[in-house]
């Protein structure tokens, strides 16, 4: 929730922060606000699944980077490098562009539940020690580059001689960036690996994450081919882009993981509710007032007592119409239930009424066995 109220904040400050540097719109900033927010629905299912904290953090990570590119464009090429924390600006713009390449391989690699063997947990911390040592070299480089010479941004708020490091940081930095397609390699090995043991639904999740990770590195190696041809290479990121979170989305919703469809159904059920309650009210105090002219005490009162009266029917109402839509287990279960309430009253034989109970149990809620005890009569 903190990373997500802290996605919102910086959205805030996109927006002015885009205007200054005349360049108020970036489709980044809305993968950022979706990624965070599937985050924070997972992390509310699941507390400890590291998938939503990693999709939350990655939506912070990519409009604070799109913040600080924004800022540093508005600073040396509007306001002539006068504003403040204009440095650090640019030095996140130009150098934290790694991270955001970085983490969708761990959501990857975790992908759905958030948990590893104990003999990829080591694979996992050799990715993150890799990680945080290319990020830490490329902000010393940069940092130290800064400050030796004068600063020339570009549009986007890079620099714009942004060489690589030299040296034995050079060097360093070569090995972990030729060290992370091997890791990443590994990561889709897992999950092949999990996908030919799987079965049903995890099988056909696991489906979506491939077809998603696919066509993220075709859409971004599209991207960096037609880096001449401005369309092609803008649709070709966008797909890249957008590809896998999309897929992670449809996984999620389409086959239920999480349990998500429960959150929605009940999300959207009383946001229905609540403008339906809030017309009614609103209507009904016009009226009173406007066309019959009743006091407006009066008016407010009887509106009250109005909507009182009809938020039970029509909550159950409205539960019923969103069940049927976005939460279909819930909704075959009941009609399931109610199904097997029918036949019992006119059911007579004890063994038809057992096997139809273990049915409507079965259709309900698939337990892994059922078992009926049948008190003997005395």
């Not at 490329?138 to 130290?144: R, T």
């Not at 490091?165 to 091997?182: E, K, Q, R, S, Y």
């Not at 066309?291 to 109005?306: D, I, M, Q, W």
């Amino acid at each position: 929730m903190a990373l997500f109220v802290l996605v919102l904040v910086l959205v805030g400050l996109f927006v002015p922060i885009g205007v200054a540097a005349r360049k108020p719109f970036d489709g980044l900033v809305l993968l950022g606000v979706l990624a965070a927010a599937l985050g924070w629905l997972i992390t509310r299912r699941q507390p400890g699944n590291r998938i939503g904290l990693l999709l939350a953090g990655f939506g912070a990570l990519l409009v604070f980077y799109e913040d600080a590119a924004r800022y540093a464009a508005a600073d040396y090429h509007v306001h002539g490098g006068t504003l403040p924390l204009g440095f650090p600006a640019v030095l996140i713009a130009s150098e934290l562009w790694s991270a955001l390449f970085l983490m969708p391989p761990l959501i990857i690699l975790l992908f759905p539940d958030g948990r590893l063997p104990p003999r990829w947990r080591m694979v996992a911390r050799a990715y993150l020690a890799v990680c945080a040592l290319i990020i830490a070299i490329l902000l010393a480089g940069g940092a130290q580059q800064m400050s030796g010479s004068r600063i020339v941004v570009q549009g986007n708020g890079q620099l714009v001689n942004n060489p690589f490091p030299g040296g034995a940081l050079g060097f360093v930095l070569l090995i972990g960036f030729l060290a992370v397609p091997v890791l990443w390699v590994l990561f889709v090995v897992r999950q092949v690996l999990s996908w030919r043991r799987a079965s049903g639904e995890r099988r056909a999740q696991l489906k979506w994450l491939m077809a998603g990770s696919v066509a993220t590195v075709i859409g971004l190696a599209g991207g960096f081919l037609f880096q001449s041809l401005t369309v092609l290479d803008d649709i070709c990121l966008g797909a890249g882009v957008f590809s896998l979170p999309v897929c992670i989305i449809f996984a999620i919703l389409k086959y239920r993981l999480y349990d998500i469809d429960r959150l929605i159904s009940r999300t959207l059920s009383y946001t229905l509710i609540t403008g339906l309650l809030v017309g009614v009210y609103a209507g009904l105090v016009l009226l009173a007032t406007e066309v019959f002219r009743f006091h407006s005490t009066a008016a407010v009162a009887t509106s009250t007592l109005a909507v009182a009266a009809l938020f039970n029917p029509l909550r159950r109402w409205v539960q019923h119409v969103v069940d049927r839509r976005f939460n279909r287990a819930r909704y075959d279960a009941e009609a399931t239930v109610a199904m097997f309430a029918t036949r019992l009253k006119d059911a007579v034989d004890l063994d038809s009424v057992r096997d139809d109970l273990a049915s409507a149990v079965h259709k309900a809620l698939e337990p892994a066995h059922i078992s009926v005890w049948i008190t003997p009569p005395h």
